[in-house]
């Protein structure tokens, strides 16, 4: 059963910097590594729905970003493609919320997975901008 923790949440200012990470285990032999699941990040603020933020593809093909987080927001794993990253610049307050990291196993190496139901989900880590 894979298994993903996040770490890396807090409280910061407007405009402040966060990167989050998580960790990714419980992998069988047949997939041993990321490269077989999309992996991305979802947020979710109190009394909001659930919105993905980013998200790379199975074998990290592509990487998909929301508007809102475009060009402020990075997406990166680490060589051993068992932990992927999420840098936050330029934080607003809107971007405050509960931070998950999900994965699917998934043959669709293109296509946008911010689309995609997630199976495995970590327990999250808050992030809070303040002003």
């Known amino acids: 059963q894979l298994q993903l923790v996040e770490s890396g949440g807090g409280l910061v200012q407007i405009g402040g910097s966060l990167r989050l990470s998580c960790a990714a285990s419980?992998?069988?032999?047949?997939?041993?590594?990321?490269?077989?699941?999309?992996i991305g990040w979802f947020r979710q603020a109190p009394g909001k729905e659930p919105e993905g933020v980013s998200c790379?593809?199975?074998?990290?093909?592509?990487?998909y970003y929301v508007d809102s987080v475009k060009g402020r927001f990075t997406m990166s794993r680490d060589n051993a493609k068992t932990t992927v990253y999420l840098q936050m610049n330029a934080l607003k307050p809107e971007d405050s919320g509960v931070y998950y990291c999900?994965?699917?196993?998934?043959?669709?190496?293109?296509?946008?997975?911010?689309?995609?139901?997630?199976?495995?989900w970590g327990q999250g880590t808050q992030v809070t901008v303040s002003s």
């Open positions: 790379f593809s199975r074998d990290f093909q592509r990487t």
């Open positions: 419980g992998f069988t032999l047949d997939y041993y590594a990321l490269d077989y699941y999309a």
């Open positions: 999900a994965a699917l196993r998934t043959e669709d190496r293109y296509g946008d997975c911010l689309q995609k139901r997630f199976d495995y």
